[in-house]
């Protein structure tokens, strides 16, 4: 590092809940912007953000450096009680930085014994467990509220010497440094304090160190954190009082020595001695299993392969399948698999409590997700799902070529759900399994509500600025600013009124931050040794359904953050249908006598199936709700693989491209069956030739390409993660293979644009490059070429688009232009005289004979003498569809015209 630079060692982030307003990312960037090397996050009393604090480093090139403001019980942790006026059972704030793995685990330590031990009103350590967890760590004397400081006000400063000799003696020689902080506006108190620390580190040879204790990122972010802590205080911003300077920013290095330099130039070098002295670095982690406990006589491995075998002889029985030679050669292969990846424990631990629960009567789900490609899941009655006869690719599950762990989510009656979490506790011990933080956070209509109820601004005002904001789409939340360039009325009103300016700008600032701390609905940590060992965990309340309000221990970090540090996490899955059908079968035994078995229900009743067809989907699970009922009504299932295909095709991805329809058409027999690749047949023909499960995507990059089914489910992830640089290379080697193998080069491309498009979110691929789209922000066209020329410059741009419901226009972003080569074009004429160009391929909104409205290939239309309907820019901008556009076009440019619903006839 340069003798002029400088590192931040005290810093709040949005996970200092309420009172700081740094988010991760932001910080990256403003830290790679400002030249920084190195920075430290220091959160208050927790680890909460830690691991996604380091991951946002790391993208930018920029050392993180792990630590925690904690707060310091005067006394000792355990005490109790308001505190006395003289401070004895006050807390006091300390600075505590990891330097290496040892200093880590400490700090994770003493970050859960906090909760755990110390909790009163804050998490509170005291000098005895500092003492006990204190190697690997530096430790920085803090702000006003720390020890030395605190005493200082008081003009104890012969006290102060005496404990910072004590904090000296805890962390050792060179360890523990004197803070020096100067922020406008408390030069009076911060002066005082400089000054008493200078000389007692001259005193008693401590090192000074400079630090800013930022809690914003930029000081134009200042009026942001009072808003902010006005939140937190439940005050109105007037009657704040701030005990925050608009300096405590993310300064500059050259801010920092300017301020510094001539003063104690040395206070700022130990910043950067610091940050070489911490080395620690999150690394891959190992896979932290709990150790199930087998009998005597057997090893893990050979209690596994008994279980498992003996669990499919008893599946056998029942089945009493043509094939039997085959599962038993399918479980020899998953076995293998299993035990090659050190997974048997897993296994038997689900199978563990699975049985529990079915042994006392709480209802266990059939299964969900991958795992139902699982015969060893299917042999432990994990699953009641029977992958060869659904033709389920247990690689899909576990790959053997990308060494990741299970994930096996489970579904609980209600109503037993935590007494299972229960007997896991009581079975692995209490300190080894936990629950799991999740974090609220000020989402764009929640934090304009936030804001302007801390402004005092009439609430039915802000109601409706908050309800022009769109609601989620894609499952993904509508942010301010998309928000702006998506409805006039929310823009007009920002550009127009002062006070709505103030709101948004301010809203804009804290949106996206974390505003508090909750539990989990369903993830699970099982651990071999005590959880706060591996991971921070913090205490909680939190509503059951059985047991009302409980207290509650869960790791301090969130599910994503969980397997990257290697711990076990399973989903404990409440689901109320199966808490329903349980209620069902209690009636008709207690109204007939008998108890109907779910596993000899049929599964082609006319009746249930009838029920479908007519769209009765209502509290049926995965299949309520108004789009999906409208599609069981159009398909008219006819067994339980339509049921299966109904459920997989309603997604966003198979709803914009047309897949729903095509299957649709093609299940009826109005539009015929074609296979490009003869190959292909067996593998598609089940759904009418249209790859609906990621299975078949899995076994045609087998059929045509020669992949290993571990080798396809790579790409399939690639696909899912839609990341363009991973996705070329799989692109080039798939049709370099499949040519090799003697197909045509057209037809695969063609294909892998069928298939990405499966798994992504993407326009129709059949419009000309001369097709315009609206920009969102500029109202300009911009044609489909110009985009193509832009490649990846033009990603992320906004334009009008029909929503994928189809009832509203919206602003979504471009994700890519798709080439697809020379194709035969044609023209055609509406009876206003406009013309367009387009493949016969291309999809306008019609009505059928029956004046049913639909989505046809311009080729049907023609070929029927049907009508085609355009959509007028008026309508675009009303963001409401125009007269005949009941469904418009998903996912495709509004085309322009001039009349609202103007009907175009071809000629």
Not at 192 to 216: G, M, Q, S, W, Y
Not at 667 to 685: A, I, P, Q, S, W
Not at 718 to 746: C, V, Y
């Amino acid at each position: 590092m340069a003798a002029e630079d400088f590192v931040h060692l005290h810093l709040h982030s949005d996970y200092s809940l309420l009172d700081g307003a740094i988010q991760h990312e932001a910080l990256a960037e403003q830290a790679q912007r400002l030249g920084f090397k190195a920075i430290a996050v220091t959160d208050h009393g927790n680890m909460f953000g830690a691991m996604g604090f380091a991951n946002a480093m790391k993208k930018v090139g920029v050392k993180p450096i792990i630590g925690m403001e904690a707060y310091v019980a005067r006394g000792s942790r355990h005490d109790r009680g308001k505190p006395d006026t003289d401070g004895e059972r006050g807390t006091n704030h300390l600075i505590l930085l990891a330097l290496d793995e040892t200093g880590y685990k400490n700090l994770v330590r003493l970050a859960s014994l906090g909760y755990t031990e110390g909790y009163y009103y804050k998490p509170r350590i005291d000098k005895e467990v500092l003492a006990r967890h204190a190697e690997g760590l530096v430790a920085l004397s803090a702000c006003m509220s720390g020890v030395p400081a605190s005493l200082i006000l008081r003009d104890r400063v012969e006290q102060a010497q005496c404990e910072i000799g004590e904090y000296n003696e805890i962390f050792g020689r060179g360890r523990y440094f004197l803070e020096l902080q100067s922020h406008r506006g408390l030069e009076d108190n911060q002066t005082k304090v400089n000054r008493a620390l200078t000389e007692l580190a001259a005193r008693l040879d401590i090192p000074l160190v400079v630090t800013n204790d930022a809690h914003f990122l930029t000081q134009d972010d200042y009026e942001a954190h009072c808003v902010l802590m006005c939140l937190q205080t439940g005050k109105a911003l007037r009657e704040g009082s701030f005990h925050y300077s608009p300096d405590h920013y993310v300064k500059s290095a050259a801010e920092m020595w300017a301020l510094w330099g001539n003063e104690n130039p040395q206070a700022l070098r130990n910043t950067l001695k610091i940050a070489e002295m911490s080395t620690f670095e999150f690394g891959k982690a190992p896979n932290y299993l709990p150790i199930f406990p087998v009998p005597e006589g057997f090893t893990l491995t050979s209690y596994f392969e008994h279980v498992v075998r003996a669990g499919l002889e008893e599946r056998l029985q029942r089945l009493a399948p043509s094939n039997p030679e085959q599962y038993r050669a399918r479980l020899d292969y998953e076995i293998s698999i299993i035990e090659r990846m050190g997974y048997e424990g897993y296994f038997l631990v689900v199978w563990d409590f699975i049985r529990h629960a079915r042994e006392r009567g709480i209802p266990v789900g059939p299964g969900r997700g991958s795992a139902a490609g699982s015969l060893v899941a299917y042999s432990l009655h994990i699953t009641d799902v029977d992958p060869l006869a659904h033709d389920l690719l247990f690689e899909r599950f576990l790959n053997p070529e990308r060494v990741s762990m299970p994930d096996i989510d489970v579904d609980f009656c209600m109503r037993g759900r935590s007494a299972v979490i229960e007997y896991v506790s009581q079975f692995y011990g209490r300190e080894n399994v936990s629950q799991i933080a999740t974090f609220g956070t000020m989402a764009s209509r929640a934090v304009i509500k936030d804001v302007g109820r801390v402004l005092e601004m009439p609430y039915p005002e802000v109601e409706k600025i908050a309800k022009l904001i769109p609601p989620p789409q894609r499952g993904r939340n509508v942010s301010i600013d998309d928000a702006l360039t998506m409805v006039p009325e929310l823009k007009q009103a920002y550009e127009k009124r002062p006070e709505v300016k103030r709101l948004i700008d301010l809203a804009r600032r804290l949106e996206g931050g974390a505003r508090h701390s909750s539990i989990h609905a369903a993830g699970v940590v099982i651990s071999p040794q005590p959880v706060a060992e591996l991971v921070p965990v913090f205490k909680t309340k939190t509503r059951d359904r059985e047991r009302g309000e409980v207290e509650v221990i869960a790791t301090q970090y969130n599910m994503n953050d969980l397997e990257k540090a290697g711990m076990l996490k399973m989903d404990f899955l409440g689901l109320t249908a199966l808490t329903i059908i349980e209620d069902c079968l209690t009636s008709i035994e207690r109204e007939t006598g008998q108890r109907p078995d779910l596993t000899q229900i049929p599964t082609n009743d006319p009746a249930a199936l009838k029920l479908f067809g007519e769209g009765e989907t209502d509290a049926v699970f995965q299949f309520e709700g108004d789009g999906i009922s409208e599609i069981a009504r159009r398909l008219k299932p006819s067994g339980l693989d339509d049921i299966v295909a109904l459920n997989a095709l309603y997604r966003p991805g198979p709803l914009d491209s047309g897949m729903v329809d095509d299957y649709i058409e093609r299940r009826h027999g109005r539009r015929r069956v074609t296979y490009d690749f003869k190959e292909l047949k067996d593998v598609l023909e089940n759904t009418y030739g249209v790859p609906v499960f990621q299975e078949q995507i899995m076994a045609i990059f087998q059929r045509l390409a020669g992949y290993s089914l571990g080798e396809a489910d790579l790409v399939r992830r690639a696909m899912g993660k839609k990341k363009r640089e991973e996705l070329d290379a799989h692109k080039t080697k798939f049709i370099a293979q499949a040519m090799a193998r003697g197909h045509d080069r057209a037809k695969l491309e063609k294909l892998w644009q069928q298939l990405e498009g499966f798994a992504d979110y993407a326009f129709n691929k059949c419009v000309t490059g001369e097709a315009t789209l609206r920009d969102a922000v500029t109202g300009a066209a911009v044609s489909i070429a110009e985009l193509a020329s832009r490649d990846v410059e033009a990603a992320g741009a906004p334009f009008i688009t029909w929503s994928w419901n189809g009832q509203e226009v919206v602003v979504n972003e471009l994700v890519e232009v798709f080439p697809t080569g020379e194709k035969e074009v044609v023209e055609i004429e509406l009876e206003d005289g406009r013309t367009l160009r387009c493949t016969l391929d291309h999809k306008f909104y019609t009505r059928d004979a029956d004046g049913q409205g639909c989505f046809l290939p311009l080729r049907e239309i023609l070929a029927r003498g049907l009508a085609l309907y355009t959509c007028d820019e008026p309508a675009a901008e009303a963001n409401t569809p125009p007269t005949g556009m009941e469904k418009p076009h998903p996912g495709q440019p509004c085309v322009q015209d001039t009349q609202a619903g103007a009907q175009g006839l071809c000629r």
